[in-house]
């Protein structure tokens, strides 16, 4: 039964945490949001990890009962509370986690980066060429066309 835990938690359960801490948070915050995540997730093994071998000498089966327990229980918190984050931006993910402008903040900041150093042009895909004597590149030349 434990084998059979861990292949099962491998691709279910466990990247699970990984994804969700790398999709809600907004850039500006996602470092210390996911030094948390990490974290809570190391402390949270680790704390499994000392008490099972007590638990298995003391309750036995009981052991299994109690994890399972806790799994069905998650299961259903994520069923029942956690919202779908499938396909949503980031915007979305501030309105449906509570921090409404961060996302908005981190691209405005994000854009003036760009334009501070100069990469507007390559960021918004318009040529970064101002040569007027260089021939246009092949995949100028191919803009020009489709625009035409």
Known sequence: MVWLFVVHFG???GPCAWIVI???????????GIALGASSN???NFTVGQVTPKMLTDLTHGTYIFFGVFTFGGGAFIWFFFPETKGLSLEEMDVIFGSVGFAH???????EINKEVGLEDAVHGTSVSHNIDEKPTAVEEKKEEDSN
């Open 42 to 44: 190391w402390m949270n």
């Open 22 to 32: 790398a999709e809600i948070w907004p850039m500006s915050q996602r470092p210390y």
């Open 105 to 111: 903040a981190d691209a405005e900041r994000m854009r």
């Open 11 to 13: 691709y279910s359960w």
